[in-house]
């Protein structure tokens, strides 16, 4: 039976002053969205006046519905609304939506130089002269209309190039909004150069005042923007001094046992306005994943997450900082999301792994909150897609047979808040083409679809830097190109997704490979209360160990054929070089994979490892890959080697790659762990001296 710690603090400690009231209803101006967005209430509340939020993009315009072929599509650079002659100009158009709206983010990346050349255009209400003129990185991450963080590219450690461009900068219209993009080197039919983009914009009920943005406006409005960007680049929305800690400061410290957990009830109204935990293991990692965070509102639960996942750090301790969450190198883990409740919340730490986890620190703050009749409870759901299979790269990038993951499913009235996701790749293969999908209220196609999943982040190109940003982020970018983790996260604002009746968020798992991959997902969001997401809690899935190797998901073991692949042995060590495993399609390699080891040269070792159930004597039979820069080699098993040397040079026009199947002998092998070495011998004459050798797989037999 599971033991409670469950306390209560009175009312009195739970004053902590929140921003005043927010003025009268006017117009919505460019000042006043950029005052939202540093309002605490402002996602807690449903938006009045109402709006939708939807986006134009460049996907793919083949994928036309989830039961019709090209669902999958990928090419999804350069497709445009239509071409226009403006003034002699060539503009292709990007955004046509009528008004009242605003457009609320804006991402954009680019193939090569020729397509980032060009002019990019706001046309406000129907006018022929151009609002917003000039060359676009600097209009969309250049700082020409603001600086740092509403107008940025992301990671900063990589070529300015091969960023993501965003401008968080709310521009809006009272009547209609056109944006183009003139560049000499498009060329519609092909699709090419490659101009990436997505736009998320708003759309107000059509008696709402809005006045549209002009450049006058930067001026206007200048103290405004200032301090907007200020409070958004403090990492942390503004709070006030007076603030008082709710806290479990005499719980510093303590054991939480496996099957155990922790409570605190909190009398409302109120708000929970800042949590922030630290717990410590001996297995790091699993404690991050299998301690969860559980909150329940007026007698709904709503949140349910692993610790560290909640917080953005997936199982590994990855600092960062955005203005909703953050993770220090101290470990603690804060979140600065609003929670507004009307009578009571229930905040539970449940220890479902089974080792014991130490509380560092359990502190939440508190505000006084008004319930209202447009007042919604904070919601977060975590489930992962474990040991999932992915299809990977299918032909001509139309009809692949990939699959929408579903994130989550909502029913009720509310907005959509952002996500997170903890991703395990194993293979050195980009796991992120998919694109998001977003059904709105039912609707059949859906109202957000984008370019792929480093784009719905707002970053590009699969980039593996480092990055932090007041709404996005990658703590650990390791596993874009190799086997490793990925956090990924995207937060909202002013682009959250207000839904009535129900939201549905798919993103597609789109490798480049076949292979496996752990998939975690957090979704965030608010709801009125009576909501429902259809996704249950998983607490088996958080008690299976995390990965942190390859071998994790692929052991190092044969099949019930006696396949032991190349790319699943657990390399001990090499002398030099370097090893990877290498994917590939259309060379013939069983699995379409190989161990692959460069540059060792003469006389250079390599030891793997790999597991036998039973002893015996057995016959083995290498797979091996030759071609033009692969080298000799010989090979033992258990010390013990093999009859020959192979020969790795291969030179053949239309297949410069093959594979040669050889029959190695007979080994004794033990149960469990056993060894295989190879000793790099030379290379044949006409061979280029890389010294490559690759393994497709052994044949284990036991005659």
């Known amino acids: 039976m599971k033991n409670r710690f469950v306390f209560f603090f009175p009312a009195a400690i739970l004053i902590a002053l929140i921003s005043g009231c927010k003025p009268a209803a006017g117009p919505i101006t460019f000042g006043t969205l950029l005052e939202d967005m540093t309002e605490t209430e402002i996602l807690a509340e449903f938006p009045s006046p109402s709006f939708t939020c939807k986006q134009f993009s460049s996907y793919d315009r083949r994928s036309v519905g989830p039961d019709k072929e090209g669902w999958f599509a990928n090419h999804d650079a350069s497709w445009f609304i239509r071409e226009e002659t403006n003034q002699g100009r060539r503009e292709f158009v990007m955004l046509d939506a009528e008004g009242p709206g605003a457009v609320v983010r804006f991402w954009m990346t680019f193939g090569n130089e020729a397509a980032y050349t060009g002019t990019l255009r706001f046309y406000f209400d129907g006018n022929e002269k151009a609002e917003i003129e000039g060359p676009v990185l600097p209009i969309i991450s250049g700082g020409q209309l603001a600086g740092e963080p509403l107008s940025s590219s992301v990671s900063p450690k990589t070529l300015y190039a091969q960023r993501g461009h965003n401008l968080y900068l709310p521009v809006p219209y009272a009547k ?18 490659s ?16 006045q549209s943005f002009s450049i006058a406006d930067l001026s206007t409005y200048k103290t405004i923007l200032d301090q907007t960007q200020t409070r958004l680049n403090s990492g942390a929305p503004d709070r006030q001094e007076t603030f008082k800690k709710l806290l ?30 630290n717990i410590k293991a001996e297995d790091q990692p699993q404690a991050y994943r299998s301690t969860i965070l559980q909150i329940t509102f007026d007698g709904e639960r709503t949140v349910w997450c692993p610790v560290g996942d909640f917080f953005g750090t997936g199982y590994q301790l990855r600092p960062y900082r955005t203005y909703h969450t953050l993770a220090l190198e101290t470990g603690d883990l804060k979140s600065f999301w609003l929670m507004p ?33 447009t007042s919604m409870h904070f919601g977060a ?8 299979d992915a299809i990977g790269y299918q032909g001509d990038g139309v009809n692949g047979k990939h699959e929408d993951l579903n994130f989550v499913k909502l029913e009720g009235q509310g907005v959509y808040a952002g996500d997170a996701i903890t991703i395990f790749n194993t293979a050195d293969a980009w796991w992120g083409e998919g694109d ?38 990658q703590p650990d970018g390791s596993g874009n190109f190799h086997t490793g983790m990925t956090i990924n996260m995207r937060h909202r604002l002013l682009d959250a997704i207000p839904f009535n009746t129900s939201l549905k968020f798919d993103l597609e798992l789109w490798h480049w490979a076949a292979t496996k991959v752990n998939y975690g997902v957090v979704s965030y969001w608010y709801m009125k209360p009576g909501g429902k997401c259809l996704i249950e809690p998983d607490p088996e899935v958080v008690k299976i160990p995390v990965s942190l190797k390859r071998e994790n998901l692929y052991p190092p073991v044969p099949d ?78 258990n010390d013990q080697p093999a009859r020959q040397v192979f020969k790795g040079f291969h030179d053949a026009e239309g297949k410069p790659v093959i594979t040669d199947q050889v029959v190695l002998g007979k080994f004794a092998l033990k149960e469990g762990i056993n060894t295989l070495q190879i000793e790099i011998t030379g290379k044949q004459n006409k061979a280029v001296p890389r010294y490559m050798v690759g393994i497709d797989y052994l044949k284990i037999r036991n005659d």
């Not at 997505?198 to 009920?205: K, M, W």
């Not at 449940?350 to 319930?371: F, K």
């Not at 859906?446 to 480092?466: F, K, L, N, Q, V």
Request: hydrophobic fraction near 40%; charged fraction near 20%.
């Open 176 to 193: 209609k909004l056109k944006i183009t993009y003139e560049c000499p080197a498009l060329n519609p039919e092909k699709h090419s150069p």
């Open 436 to 473: 998001e999908k977003v059904f709105v209220d039912g609707e059949p196609f859906p109202s957000h679809i984008g370019t792929g999943t480093e784009d719905y982040i707002g970053y590009a190109w699969c980039r593996p830097e480092y990055f932090e940003h007041f709404l996005i982020a």
């Open 560 to 637: 019930l054929a006696g396949l032991l692949q190349g790319e699943h042995l657990r390399v001990v060590s090499i002398s030099a070089g370097n090893w990877e495993v290498q994917t590939a399609t259309s060379w013939g390699w069983s699995n379409n994979a190989q161990l692959w080891w460069m540059d060792g040269g003469v006389s250079g070792s390599l030891k793997a490892e790999f597991e036998m159930a039973r002893s015996g004597e057995y016959t083995v039979t290498g797979n091996f890959t030759k071609a033009v820069d692969y080298g000799n080699f010989k090979l033992m098993i």
């Open 248 to 277: 479990l400061s005499e719980e510093s410290g303590k054991v939480l046992p496996a099957g155990e957990s922790l409570s605190l009830r909190i009398k409302g109204p109120a708000a929970l306005d800042e949590l922030t935990f």
């Open 381 to 388: 759901i975590w489930h992962e897609f474990n040991d999932k």
């Open 341 to 373: 409740f009307k009578k009571e919340a229930l905040v539970e730490l449940i220890n479902l792994g089974n080792q014991s986890v130490t509380i560092e620190a359990a502190n939440i703050l508190t505000a006084p909150y008004r319930w209202k009749s």
């Open 195 to 210: 101009v990436y983009y997505n736009i998320n914009y708003r759309t107000y009920a059509p008696e709402t005042d809005v």
